[in-house]
């Protein structure tokens, strides 16, 4: 069980770093004596002996913690990250820093320690002895409803020494200053028995300390381990027991008694830490944190308490250590936030904190010595000791007959180009270098120079001014040189690849993409041949003057621009480019396998200048110093387990409570946005990656944790994404969720099958209504043709004709042939012109004029003159060309002859008024002085004869109406004079004016 707040300085817990520090001293240093002062000097002659140190990433309030001052960090089960502060707890999900305090459910700001039940649940710790636990279902904070009987017992007590547990079932077991006692998940406290000496009881494999600091207590030196099974073990301090805490490594106990830490195994095996701060199992290793750094023992079997294996952030004031699921290491400070490094494997070690001093430009060795270039010159890494001074310009380091070769500018001091000193050799003009099978050197920069193994005589082979001879060459630098199997000599520079003939630089001839190249780095492979590192295309090989292989970022290099190239002894190949180091292999079969390093797995930076390996490992010189990836570390292509998750999902701002995989968002919803978590740390808060809503998108790029989708449509979405890991390679992709958009009511399925049914039943009614209209007019169209035929009948009707007859024989018994003749023609033309308008729909209102006029004169005729008829007309030309239904106004007519005039034997007067067109309408007006209306004047009878004209022209009427949707109408007025008695008749008729397709 990790436990931080069992180790304590003094009565009460100093919250504040600079408080503790100085009550600490003053009385430390009264009573440490001649043998602490001891410990002290080895200690520290320890540290400087230990100078190399992993790549650590310091997280801080300027990333976003509350505080500088962290007790505890721990890693849950979900592979969130939890640090308890003095100012709240916080969770890091991978991309940001959640911060939970009292305002968000924490009973205090103050959390000393974590705790994750078999549940999942991850409990706190807060100085004022409350407890509260984060629900990841709910994701968020539950206060313990039981701190109230916390409370009592700790008499509200603020101090540090207390402890607690939680098992499956809710008991809570508790251990305060006054009392210890298990509260079960009823509320109901059952006090634990106090034995007068500090007590630990293993529950469910886990150690759970008991016993009250009461002052009968202060000086007890006992302590008692109650295992699960067996015998109780008993173990005596030589002094008061203050503080304690107790670890179970690999099923060995160790056990931290106030400064000591002690073997329970083997009680002879204990060391003494000062500033200790706590004890912990971190990946089946002891460590020990302390206020002067954190001490790691790697091996259980056979450990010794006093020889730590190494001491990590000496500087600092550690209070918790933990390991997470990716290897990597947490440190929690008093002071400085919390420290992270992906490994402790992997060490860098930094020259010195002067500008530019921190660059190394080369590095290289001879045997167990390891040599490098600063800005200032060279120096022996493992002594520091300085070789050869040099500021500024070029730095180079060969190694010939054992001996170095270091670049220096001698001409430029006016000296011997090439000395000999105890140490090997200056050189002058050379940036690249090789040997050849005969053991002579070879250095190239400006120019070609040779120093012969026999003679150790110095040689220019091409002369500066030959390789500036512009008929000749570009003006080149050349900053890398190599011989082949077969003593070919190969130079690159910024220009490409040439190969030295006949003392003479000659052009290789590469692949169209390759001929301007520039060249950083050659060296020769037994297998590939000349190996070619260049600035933009990656790493090619060359074999007899041909290139006969490639290998770039889509292989899986980190970068096409490679500013380094080492080959070891077995034939690894190493590139250094600024995002880190690649590592290539070959195969029995010939095929390759590309490793990556980066600033991310523990490189100190990212911008590599040059490598160097031996027997310790890989030597890598950056801007930031040097890193010494050590033989026994496995490369390899990191981890890709489904690292990012969504965090949590926001639909227009709200945060949504239980969104799952599958969910459909209302179509209101105008921004959704996911927030991202990740379990590799690796990559500090910026692990890139790519992702789409839909897989007809393109990919978008993001590191930040955040996805948005604005205005979605209302369809179903995939998001997929895709993540690159923390050596440079990208995860397959993969469905991170599903999720709909509902669309609005009026775009459902329903609500479109509910239109298409009202359109159906609206077409069916429409349809259906338009076959009655048609049917209708078909019918009005048959009874307008048989109202039609009626009203021919009824004036060609059988009263008429024989009354006709009996007129023109009338004519011819009194001998007046003139007559009959011509009421026989009139008679003819009248019949005529009545067949031809009975065919017709619609007539011209001069043709009814005529054929009314004509059927005038022959009722005159035939009646001997009875009556007069006169036709008023108040119409243009233009008006009598205009066009209304046929024989509608003779019918009335024919009942003024017939009805009004009875009676009377002479001075009958009908006047036809056909009226101004007013409203598309035409008025006619039948006026007679006969005998008025019969049904206003009940005394007039003529029971021998019926009005059929006038109620087949009112059907008619009626039936023009519903045909040609106009009012067609007439009134019947019967006229008086002053004394009241009737004096005639008057008809006006109301008949739309038609207009003929």
Known sequence: MLDIHHTHWGKERILNTKKLVVGIFPSFLKQIGLSTLLVLSAYYSFTQRNLWEPAYTNISVNDGLPSSEVYYVHEDRKGHMWFCTDHGVVKYDGFRLHLFDKSKGLPDNVIFKIYEDELGRVWFFAYNGTLAYYSPKEDRIIPYKYNNELAKLNHGDFNTIKDFLVDKENNVYYSGVYRSAKIDAKGRVKDLEMKGFRTYTDIRGTWFFWGSLKWEMLKSRKICLVPAKGKEKYYTHFEAVITCNLERINERDYLLVNDWVIDMDNLTNRAKFEGITGMYDVGGELWISTLFGAYRYKKQKGLDLTKPDACYLKNQQITSITKDHEGGYWFSTLDDGVY???????????????????????????????????????????????????????????????????????????????????????????????????????????????????????????????????????????????????????????????????????????????????????????????????????????????????????????????????????????????????????????????????????????????????????????????????????????????????????????????????????????????????????????????YRFRNTDPWSAGNNGELILINPSFESYELEIQYENEVGLWSAPYILSRFSISPPFYSTWWFTGLIVLVILVVSFLFFRNRITVIHRRNKVQRDMELLEQKALLAQMNPHFIFNALNSIQSFLLYNENDLAERYLLKLSKLIRLTLTNSRETEISIQKEIDSLQ???????????????????????KEELNKFIPPMLIQPFAENAILHGFKGLEKGGRIDLNFKQINDVKLIVEVVDNGVGYIRSNPNVKDPGHKSYGTQITSERLSLFKERYQSEFDFSIESLKDENGNPKGTKVVISIPILVRD
């Open 340 to 690: 992270y490094t992906p490994n402790l494997e992997i060490v860098h070690w930094i020259p010195s904190n002067a500008r530019n001093q921190n660059t190394i430009y080369c590095i290289n060795g001879i045997k167990k010595e390891v040599y490098y270039a600063s800005s200032f010159g060279y120096y022996n890494l493992r002594s520091g000791v300085q070789i050869l001074e040099k500021k500024g310009g070029i730095h180079a380091i060969g190694v010939w007959d054992n001996k170095l070769v270091l670049l220096n500018n001698l001409v430029d001091k006016g000296i011997n180009p090439f000395i000999k000193e105890s140490w090997g050799y200056q050189l002058d003009g050379f940036a690249g270098w090789s040997v050849n099978k005969q053991g002579d050197f070879y250095g190239l920069y400006i120019t070609l120079l040779k120093v012969d193994k026999q003679t150790k005589k110095h040689e220019v082979i091409i002369g500066g001014r030959e390789v500036y001879n512009p008929k000749k060459y570009v003006p080149h630098f050349f900053k890398t040189l190599v011989h082949d199997d077969k003593g070919r000599m190969y130079a690159g520079s910024s220009t490409g690849l040439f190969k030295v003939n006949n003392k003479e630089f000659e052009k290789v001839k590469l692949p169209p993409d390759f001929s301007r190249v520039t060249i950083t780095g050659l060296a020769f492979h037994k297998d590939w041949g000349v190996v070619i590192a260049t600035k933009s295309k990656g790493l090619f090989f060359l074999k007899d003057g041909k290139v006969v292989r490639r290998i770039q970022l889509e292989d899986g290099l980190l970068s096409n621009q490679l500013n380094t190239l080492h080959i070891d002894k077995d034939g690894k190949i190493y590139v250094g480019t600024n995002k880190g180091v690649s590592k290539i292999t070959k195969s029995k079969t010939n095929s390759i396998s590309i490793v990556n390093l980066t600033k991310l797995t523990g490189l100190v930076s990212s911008e590599v200048n040059c490598i160097y390996t031996n027997k310790d490992g890989v030597y890598i010189g950056t801007r930031s110093g040097i890193t010494l990836v050590p033989d026994s570390y496995v490369w390899n292509a990191g981890s890709f387990l489904g690292q990012i998750q969504i965090q949590s999902v926001f639909a227009d701002g709200k945060q949504l409570a239980n969104f799952r995989d599958g969910m459909e968002f209302n179509a209101s919803q105008k921004v959704i946005r996911f927030l991202l978590q990740t379990t590799n740390y690796k990559s500090l808060r910026t692990q890139p990656y790519r």
């Open 854 to 876: 004509m059927y005038l004169e022959l009722e005159q005729m035939r009646f001997k003159n009875r009556f007069e008829f006169y036709f008023e007309i108040s119409l243009s």
